[in-house]
């Protein structure tokens, strides 16, 4: 069965933004829950309780269930590789010790971090990517988080293509699972990051459904996405433009993923994600929007 959750990052939690204006996680929690979702993803280390048995209660107290954590590592640095399989071990530890046994951890490249990619978001071109002796190393450090977090919490990892990294488009996903082992590193299907990469969830979910252990809707509005590319914004610039706005306002063929995953028998998690920055519009209403669009779609 399909489950519906929401995510911090919908409440101005990003990773790469300071938490200091945004929302209290205890006012998130709340929100998730009254506009009708069941589970959460912890959003960025410290902006929820790190201690497990508080973060167990706090969540379990809702009726949610924590369900995922993003771990952002620069991959293609081969010295960052120690540091984020900690990064990312910690974070399973807290996930499991605070009772959310089948979490997932989220693994992306640090977005945003890499100038170029930063800039070319959107519109990436194959002179921008990473070459083979880099793709190694990448897909190496990966596999070693993945490896590191099942072996010592026991937890499943999930790669999350994102626009701003180096992992953002059809080709560049593609790439990444054909040099990663698909019994430790899944895939994170987000809907609106393949759109504004050029791509297409439903084609990624036809090649990888084998991957697909988690998924995040996500939709792109079309004239903004339009409006990013041609004035060459960065990704940055993009998403405080809105670009990732309510659920069938943009591009993203809802519908027809539900029905792929339905004939898939996809039986995970569902995360809501409408990245906005602290002070940008109701995160509540259009939370509670999306979850009804999503009724109205039968999920």
């Not at 070319?120 to 071109?125: K, L, N, P, V």
């Not at 990448?138 to 180096?166: E, K, N």
């Not at 019994?183 to 979910?205: E, I, K, N, P």
């Amino acid at each position: 069965m399909i489950r519906i959750a929401n995510a911090p990052c919908s409440w101005g939690v990003l990773e790469f933004e300071s938490t200091a204006n945004s929302a209290s996680f205890d006012r998130v929690l709340d929100e998730i829950r009254d506009t009708g979702y069941a589970g959460t993803e912890l959003g960025d280390w410290g902006f929820m309780p790190t201690d497990p048995a508080r973060l167990g209660q706090e969540v379990a107290s809702r009726d949610l269930q924590l369900i995922a954590a993003f771990v952002p590592v620069a991959l293609a640095d081969p010295a960052a590789h120690a540091a984020g399989i900690a990064t990312a071990v910690r974070t399973a530890r807290l996930l499991r010790e605070a009772g959310a046994a089948d979490a997932m951890i989220v693994l992306s490249d640090d977005n945003a971090s890499v100038p170029e990619r930063e800039h070319h978001a959107g519109r990436i071109t194959e002179a921008l990517g990473l070459s083979d002796q880099q793709w190694a190393v990448f897909a190496a450090g990966a596999d070693q988080v993945a490896r590191a977090v099942r072996d010592q919490t026991g937890l499943r990892t999930v790669f999350h293509p994102h626009c701003g990294g180096y992992v953002e488009t059809e080709a560049e996903i593609d790439a990444l699972l054909s040099r990663t082992n698909p019994t430790t590193l899944g895939l994170c299907l987000d809907t609106g990051h393949l759109v504004y990469a050029g791509g297409d969830a439903l084609s990624v979910l036809a090649r990888h459904a084998s991957r697909v252990w988690h998924v995040h809707f996500k939709d792109c509005h079309p004239q903004i996405a339009a409006a990013a590319r041609a004035n060459e914004l960065g990704y940055l610039a993009a998403v405080r433009s809105k670009l990732f706005c309510e659920l069938g306002a943009g591009a993203v063929d809802f519908a027809g993923v539900l029905v792929a995953l339905h004939a898939l028998r996809y039986d995970g998690w569902i995360v809501v994600e409408q990245d906005v920055f602290p002070g940008q519009g109701s995160p509540a209403e259009s939370a509670r929007r999306n979850r009804m669009f999503l009724e109205a779609l039968g999920a």
